[in-house]
């Protein structure tokens, strides 16, 4: 069964243009961003989709990261405004909303793990059943959760889409907000080449082979720390 997507392929796949644009929007260097994952209605992106594991072999769960700076500051107000604990209050006694939230981790684990494999990293067996924001049981990150809305389409994320109607005095979808929300003239934060570039150009059992070696120091390491990456945790 396909997993809803808001975009299609041919404008999921980045241009250098958008790995620029997201850089300035960050205000620093794009780094294994795969794709786009919602564009504005001008083009500019949204939403920067990282690969389930990153080009230096780690496990990497937050798959949506919100780049535009307009939504972000909107949704930071919100945050601010304590709208995740009346958000987590609910979650523990309406059991709608905890179904909703439950479908949405599950589209999450699908949708990541189709990322996964059409961007060449395959299964990430590390973050099993593990996607972010702490869901399905909590909300630990609204970014994550309108990320998610925003890369998914509506009727997906209901806790994200809750989010996006109450920030419609700073921002909607049928509105572009990209004037003056970044430099578009600033010198780009100093360019990683993405994995996109890398893992074409790179020897694919060199790769393998690195990453098996890297897997194994991180498996042991995390048998000691044990880990935990469900903010909008920066790649
Ligand atoms: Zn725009």
Known sequence: MPVAEALAAAERTPSQQDLDTVSRQLG????????????CVCGNPLVATTAPRLSSGIPFPTTYYLTHPVITAAVSRLEAAGEM???????ETDEELQAAQLRA??????????IGERSGVGPVPEIDGVSAGAMPARVKC???????????????????????AKITQWWTADVCACAGAWDTEAPVPEQDR?????????????????RAAKRAAREAA?????SATDTQTEA
């Not at 620093?28 to 564009?39: K, L, N, Q, S, Y």
């Not at 981790?105 to 189709?114: C, G, K, S, T």
């Not at 994550?144 to 996006?164: F, I, K, Q």
């Not at 993405?194 to 893992?199: A, D, I, M, N, Q």
């Open 85 to 91: 604990v009346t958000m987590n209050e609910r979650l």
């Open 194 to 210: 993405s994995r996109h570039v890398r893992t074409q150009a790179g020897d694919p059992e060199a790769k393998r082979r690195e």
């Open 105 to 114: 981790h599950e589209h999450y684990l699908a949708v990541r793990d189709a």
């Open 222 to 226: 995390e048998a000691e720390a044990g």
């Open 28 to 39: 620093r260097p794009a780094r294994d961003i795969v794709e786009i994952g919602a564009r």
């Open 142 to 164: 609204l970014h994550v959760m309108v990320g998610h809305s925003l890369a998914a389409g509506p009727g997906v994320n209901a806790l994200g889409d809750e989010a996006l």
